[in-house]
């Protein structure tokens, strides 16, 4: 399939181990965030989300951490497997508005 | 649940050119999304509807792009005419209820436009 992005940011782990994966956002107002996972030639796929009342939330084998202070969120994936292989996407919402994705970061798990 | 179908899922064409793409979101989702993804970027948002009525259109290029929802249902997404810097996936995606962003949107597989 094609490829989602050629020149992201790339993160590889061994299968097994843990992952983090960072996020700077860039308005101070938004209070509704999501991460995205993107497999090649498919399209975004929700994966836990979090509101800017809680500093963290954990789902299946993911935890999403928010930092207000400085604007970061980080997913946190436990032990990573060949199909979290995919582009994660970081997405912001101030204020009820339409959402606003980030970069992207490339996560490539070496098995 | 079937999801959120778009075609066609590959499309080539010149600069100058015309082109429309074709999305059926998910049953029973009221609201309906199309997005430009360009490679190496995350989506983002063209135009919103809920229902048959445009939510948000303000990063629609008009002067080229047009969308519309007639029935509440299928879109469709078109370009006239077409530049290089169109070439992109164009996502379709849709969710349930109101388009407040705290709604899961689902997305299709995307059209990847390569113009020439």
């Known amino acids: 399939g094609e490829s989602v992005g050629l020149h992201l940011p790339t993160l590889s782990v061994q299968e097994g181990d843990n992952s983090i994966i960072n996020c700077a956002y860039s308005n101070s107002a938004s209070d509704y965030f999501i991460w995205y996972k993107q497999e090649s030639g498919k399209g975004p796929q929700f994966i836990i989300d979090?509101?800017?009342?809680?500093d963290k939330r954990q789902g299946q084998r993911v935890t999403v951490l928010l930092n207000k202070t400085v604007k970061h969120l980080s997913l946190q994936i436990a032990a990573t497997q060949p199909g979290d292989s995919a582009v994660y996407f970081c997405?912001?919402?101030?204020?009820?508005?339409?959402?606003?994705f980030g970069k992207g970061t490339r996560l490539s798990v070496i098995a | 649940e079937a999801g959120v179908a778009q075609s066609p899922r590959y499309k080539i064409i010149e600069k100058r050119q015309s082109v429309a793409f074709w999305c059926n979101p998910i049953?029973?989702?009221?609201?309906l999304y199309w997005y430009q993804q360009i490679l190496g970027q995350g989506p983002k948002l063209l135009i919103q509807f809920q229902n048959n009525g445009v939510v948000d259109d303000s990063q629609l290029p008009k002067d080229r792009f047009s969308a519309e929802r007639l029935k509440g249902v299928d879109s469709t997404l078109k370009i006239q005419p077409a530049k290089l810097e169109d070439s992109a996936v164009y996502l379709c995606?849709?969710?349930?209820?109101?388009?407040?962003?705290?709604?899961?949107?689902?997305f299709g597989p995307g059209t990847r436009l390569t113009v020439l």
């Open positions: 979090i509101r800017s009342n809680m």
């Open positions: 049953s029973g989702h009221a609201t």
């Open positions: 997405a912001e919402s101030p204020g009820n508005t339409p959402l606003v």
């Open positions: 995606a849709s969710s349930f209820i109101t388009s407040g962003p705290t709604n899961e949107q689902f």
